[in-house]
């Protein structure tokens, strides 16, 4: 029996509530076209559900075909700067590597948690300009999920660390 393949549970959740919004779109533009005979909201949230089923099977693409990547560490940093639509958090893996990642301001990061953050693999790195390139990268992030607060090996009798 082939094994199934777990994919990562942020992922599964950014698909759902995808199609939700597809669907509820579509039957909140249908009752307002029965009730009132609303012709714009129908073809408004027509609009609006095509766009989600697209989104949702771009992201279906991007998980079956494993074009994704999952950076797991330690958050030791978290800094944003004004007027600025992402913050710059730096993790430490299990092997002591710094990685520095920009990630929406709307998430919810503590330091001294595990992180696991996942990424659309990105294809083009040739951008020189630093603005630039924060443009282009901030849609490759997919979602993170919290693993726990980190426990030094010698505490962590019970639970695991990162």
Do not use: H
Not at 51 to 64: E, Q
Not at 129 to 143: I, K, V
């Amino acid at each position: 029996m082939k094994k199934r393949k777990e994919y990562p549970f942020p992922l599964i959740r950014r698909l759902i509530l995808l199609l939700l919004t597809g669907f509820i779109c579509i039957g909140i533009g249908l009752s307002g076209y029965l009730a009132a005979g609303d012709r714009i909201l129908l073809c408004l949230s027509i609009a609006v559900c095509v766009y989600s089923f697209a989104k949702t099977i771009l992201l279906w693409w991007v998980i079956k075909g494993n074009r994704y990547e999952e950076i797991k560490g330690i958050c030791v940093g978290v800094s944003s700067r004004p007027f600025r639509r992402y913050k710059n958090i730096k993790l430490i893996d299990v092997n002591g590597n710094e990685n520095g990642l920009l990630i929406p301001k709307q998430a919810r990061i503590r330091i001294g948690y595990c992180y696991r953050f996942i990424f659309r693999k990105v294809v083009n790195d040739f951008v020189q300009n630093e603005y630039l390139s924060t443009m282009l990268a901030e849609d490759n992030f997919l979602g993170f999920e919290e693993l726990g607060e980190y426990m030094e090996p010698a505490e962590a009798s019970q639970n695991t660390t990162c």
